[in-house]
């Protein structure tokens, strides 16, 4: 597998480890198109930046964002 660099601002899909709470590994790097589709589908807040280093604009409470990973 080939490595991928990850940048503040891409979207990227985790998977949380069963028999570690607290890693994660990263399944997927969005592309731009596939980011706008994600925010398109109403799977990212509408404040989510595509292509930006900004990534989201609003309160504090609006940038934590969690994941459920059963619902995936």
């Known amino acids: 597998m080939d490595k991928v660099w990850i940048n ?3 979207i990227i899909l985790i998977s949380l480890r069963d028999f570690q709470d607290d890693k994660a590994d990263v399944i997927l790097k969005y592309n731009t198109e596939e980011a706008r589709n994600l925010k398109a589908y109403g799977e990212l807040p509408e404040s989510a930046k595509i ?3 900004d990534t989201f604009q609003g309160s504090e409470d ?3 964002v969690e994941f459920d990973i059963d619902e995936i």
């Open 8 to 10: 503040q601002g891409d």
């Open 51 to 53: 292509n930006e280093t």
């Open 62 to 64: 609006e940038l934590d």
